[in-house]
């Protein structure tokens, strides 16, 4: 029979089995927190989003524009 020795009083070696042994998985569950977007702040990818609606003729149009002047 082992003799009982306080969590506090064991060795860091032992303290470390022990410890690994309670461990478990997160499974399904991110322990990531999450929090939604901040609507306020600048977000570059929606400023550039006018430029994915144009149609490919007018995209042409203004680059080669923009090359002329």
Same mark, same amino acid.
């Given at each position: 029979?082992?003799?009982?020795?306080?969590?506090?009083?064991? =060795? !860091?070696?032992?303290? %470390?089995?022990?410890? +690994?042994?309670?461990?478990?998985?997160?499974?399904?569950?991110?322990?990531?927190?999450?929090?939604?977007?901040? =609507? !306020?702040?600048?977000? %570059?990818?929606?400023? +550039?989003?006018?430029?994915?609606?144009?149609?490919?003729?007018?995209?042409?149009?203004?680059?080669?524009?923009?090359?002329?002047?």
């Amino acid at each position: 029979m082992e003799k009982f020795i306080p969590y506090e009083k064991l =060795s !860091k070696k032992e303290k %470390r089995k022990i410890d +690994q042994a309670r461990r478990q998985t997160w499974g399904e569950l991110n322990p990531v927190t999450r929090k939604p977007t901040n =609507s !306020k702040a600048y977000n %570059r990818r929606k400023s +550039q989003d006018w430029n994915r609606e144009l149609p490919p003729a007018a995209c042409d149009f203004f680059v080669c524009f923009s090359k002329i002047s």
